[in-house]
């Protein structure tokens, strides 16, 4: 499975502007509703939110991984949001969050979410990855570094 079977670069950003768990949530989830009309931001941000209410999805190293699962989808929906002053997301470290990898699945499919987070995980777990997106000069470029190094492996 590849990344880019499941993120689209329309589905990316570099510039959220949230200074809270909530708004990076909202803002992730209504970018995914703008891009999919089929789905809405609000029962996204629900599914999200149940979710940290489970422990925060804040992996640490400046990295979240809010996902959920939701009845209505057939496939993998995922999307990527940087933000460059970093927001208190309740991560394992204790330090601000500022790469999210949002991604949703189908209700029923332990095995396909399950396989996405841990390639997602494996992908950010690089110093070098993480600060080369920090530091891409727009939501294209991030696209690119997360295709080209999700290909590498």
């Not at 939701?70 to 949001?81: D, K, M, R, S």
């Not at 949703?104 to 992908?123: D, M, T, V, W, Y």
């Not at 920090?134 to 590498?152: C, F, H, P």
Request: proline letters at 3%.
């Amino acid at each position: 499975m590849k990344i880019s079977e499941f993120l689209r670069e329309d589905l990316v950003t570099d510039a959220l502007k949230a200074s809270d768990k909530a708004s990076a949530i909202d803002e992730l989830c209504a970018l995914v509703a703008a891009r999919r009309p089929d789905l809405s931001a609000t029962v996204l941000a629900e599914v999200l939110s149940e979710r940290e209410k489970l422990g925060s999805t804040g992996v640490g190293e400046g990295v979240a991984i809010p996902h959920g699962k939701l009845g209505a989808l057939t496939g993998l929906v995922a999307a990527f949001g940087r933000t460059v002053q970093g927001v208190e997301f309740n991560a394992i470290d204790g330090r601000p969050t500022h790469l999210f990898f949002v991604l949703f699945a189908p209700e029923n499919s332990a095995g396909i979410h399950l396989k996405a987070l841990a390639r997602i995980s494996r992908l950010f777990k690089s110093a070098a990855f993480r600060s080369a997106i920090l530091e891409a000069k727009d939501a294209a470029g991030i696209y690119k570094l997360i295709a080209d190094e999700d290909a590498r492996y």
